[in-house]
């Protein structure tokens, strides 16, 4: 993270004041590659040397185990009208490698690239799904999976622009990736708040924790933000302002999780979350939804990592016929890849005997429980344990 922050500072310095991309861009013709076999922890090796020049030519051959003959080509390929791309491997037997060699035979990755022109150097957010992608030789952040909220700040250069994309996963794949104009030096992410959930019944109780995602999109830093929240139960008919504060500085081209204690209305249904921000003049505005949960029900609470002062989450079920007065023993579960905390803790029924508690790795996902994620687990077991009897 470190490194990709410091790359995206040195690419804002050399264009200070971009303007933004003008108009979408939806990539329709590729060049395919691939696939090619890789284990579960590793990507592709040797094939590009140096991303920042390569440029394929139709029909030239690679080297590959997966295909028949050992041999595959960079190929034409064409994107459909919403931007999504499928791999279609014709060449390969993924029943025979499934047969043969078990689910793992089935795990490769690929290249899609693509050149792309715009007048001026520009500011531009990607939209991307199931791939990683680099941009003239610049690597960006990665969404290996199908959500469409994740957007990624990113440079275009004056002139063409060369887009490398890498698909990996099993069998064939199907990816998007596409171009938009930011619609505000800072936006909101509302699809990636972190939030808890609240409980069906309860009335209107103390500060609750989120974490807000916040998008400069712009390639200088980003003071004196704007930031309002409003909050409207289902029940109600009319917004309640629950936040209303000036944010320091935001990194160019860069996101923020931002810990925001607000107060949410009671409330027997979900509650509607209006976020504004505002900068210079120019404001960017989303709403989400916070679930409401019965008591028996698995649910998401937020603590404040002392890793980076984030908001994070765990998922929690209390036990049954639960006594706040009595001390309970934990079940905590891991989840595996892809699947989101209050998920694995719903794959349990309430016990009358003891809490069952699953961290979520950092976000809503699932990956290599090292790092990152191994620091979560251990964070979320001290947190439960100075909160839970």
Same mark, same amino acid.
């Given at each position: 993270?470190?490194?990709?922050?410091?790359?995206?500072?040195?690419?804002?310095?050399?264009?200070?004041?971009?303007?933004?991309? %003008?108009?979408?861009?939806?990539?329709?013709? !590729?060049?395919?590659?691939?696939?090619?076999?890789?284990?579960?922890?590793?990507?592709?090796?040797?094939?590009?040397?140096?991303?920042?020049?390569?440029?394929?030519?139709?029909?030239?051959?690679?080297?590959?185990?997966?295909?028949?003959?050992?041999?595959?080509? !960079?190929?034409?390929?064409?994107?459909?009208?919403?931007?999504?791309?499928?791999?279609?491997?014709?060449?390969?037997?993924?029943?025979?490698?499934?047969?043969?060699?078990?689910?793992?035979?089935?795990?490769?990755?690929?290249?899609?690239?693509? %050149?792309?022109?715009?007048?001026?150097?520009?500011?531009?957010?990607?939209?991307?799904?199931?791939?990683?992608?680099?941009?003239?030789?610049?690597?960006?952040?990665?969404?290996?999976?199908?959500?469409?909220?994740?957007?990624?700040?990113?440079?275009?250069?004056?002139?063409?622009?060369?887009?490398?994309? =890498?698909?990996?996963?099993?069998?064939?794949?199907?990816?998007?990736?596409?171009?938009?104009? #930011?619609?505000?030096?800072?936006?909101?992410?509302?699809?990636?708040?972190?939030? #808890?959930?609240?409980?069906?019944?309860?009335?209107?109780?103390?500060?609750?924790?989120?974490?807000?995602?916040?998008?400069?999109?712009?390639?200088?830093?980003?003071? =004196?933000?704007?930031?309002?929240? !409003?909050?409207?139960?289902?029940?109600?008919?009319?917004?309640?302002?629950?936040?209303?504060?000036?944010?320091?500085?935001?990194?160019?081209?860069?996101?923020?999780?931002?810990?925001?204690?607000?107060?949410?209305?009671?409330?027997?249904?979900?509650?509607?979350?209006?976020?504004?921000?505002?900068?210079?003049?120019?404001?960017?505005?989303?709403?989400?939804?916070?679930?409401?949960?019965? %008591?028996?029900?698995?649910?998401?609470?937020?603590?404040?990592?002392?890793?980076?002062? =984030?908001?994070?989450?765990?998922?929690?079920?209390?036990?049954?016929?639960?006594?706040?007065?009595?001390?309970?023993?934990?079940?905590?579960?891991?989840?595996?890849?892809?699947?989101?905390?209050?998920?694995?803790?719903? =794959?349990?029924?309430?016990?009358?005997?003891?809490?069952?508690?699953?961290?979520?790795?950092?976000?809503?996902?699932?990956?290599?429980?090292?790092?990152?994620?191994?620091?979560?687990?251990?964070?979320?077991?001290?947190?439960?344990?100075?909160?839970?009897?």
């Amino acid at each position: 993270m470190r490194l990709l922050i410091s790359c995206l500072l040195a690419a804002a310095a050399l264009a200070p004041g971009a303007p933004a991309l %003008e108009d979408t861009i939806l990539v329709r013709d !590729w060049l395919l590659a691939g696939p090619f076999p890789i284990g579960p922890r590793e990507g592709i090796t040797g094939l590009i040397e140096d991303p920042e020049r390569f440029r394929p030519v139709p029909g030239e051959t690679l080297r590959t185990a997966l295909v028949a003959g050992g041999w595959t080509t !960079w190929r034409e390929t064409t994107a459909d009208s919403a931007g999504w791309l499928e791999t279609e491997y014709p060449d390969v037997d993924w029943p025979a490698h499934r047969d043969y060699y078990g689910i793992a035979g089935l795990m490769n990755a690929g290249y899609a690239w693509a %050149e792309v022109s715009v007048p001026r150097c520009s500011r531009a957010l990607a939209v991307t799904a199931r791939c990683g992608f680099s941009i003239n030789g610049r690597s960006y952040q990665a969404n290996s999976y199908g959500d469409d909220w994740l957007v990624v700040p990113v440079l275009l250069d004056s002139g063409p622009n060369r887009i490398l994309v =890498s698909v990996s996963g099993f069998g064939d794949r199907r990816v998007r990736f596409l171009l938009v104009p #930011p619609t505000a030096p800072v936006q909101v992410v509302a699809g990636d708040l972190t939030a #808890p959930d609240l409980v069906t019944g309860t009335n209107e109780s103390g500060p609750v924790l989120l974490g807000i995602p916040l998008l400069n999109t712009t390639t200088d830093y980003a003071d =004196s933000v704007h930031l309002r929240l !409003w909050a409207r139960a289902a029940e109600t008919e009319s917004f309640a302002v629950v936040a209303d504060t000036i944010l320091g500085r935001l990194p160019p081209l860069g996101v923020k999780n931002l810990p925001l204690a607000v107060r949410l209305p009671g409330t027997t249904g979900p509650v509607e979350l209006a976020l504004e921000t505002e900068l210079d003049g120019s404001a960017h505005a989303d709403t989400v939804l916070i679930p409401v949960r019965e %008591e028996n029900e698995a649910r998401r609470e937020t603590f404040r990592s002392a890793l980076d002062n =984030s908001c994070q989450y765990y998922a929690v079920l209390y036990p049954e016929n639960y006594d706040p007065t009595r001390r309970y023993p934990v079940i905590f579960t891991l989840h595996g890849a892809g699947v989101e905390a209050r998920g694995q803790a719903s =794959s349990y029924r309430p016990k009358d005997w003891a809490f069952v508690v699953a961290p979520t790795n950092r976000r809503p996902y699932g990956f290599d429980w090292q790092d990152w994620g191994r620091l979560d687990a251990v964070e979320v077991l001290d947190t439960i344990l100075g909160r839970l009897p």
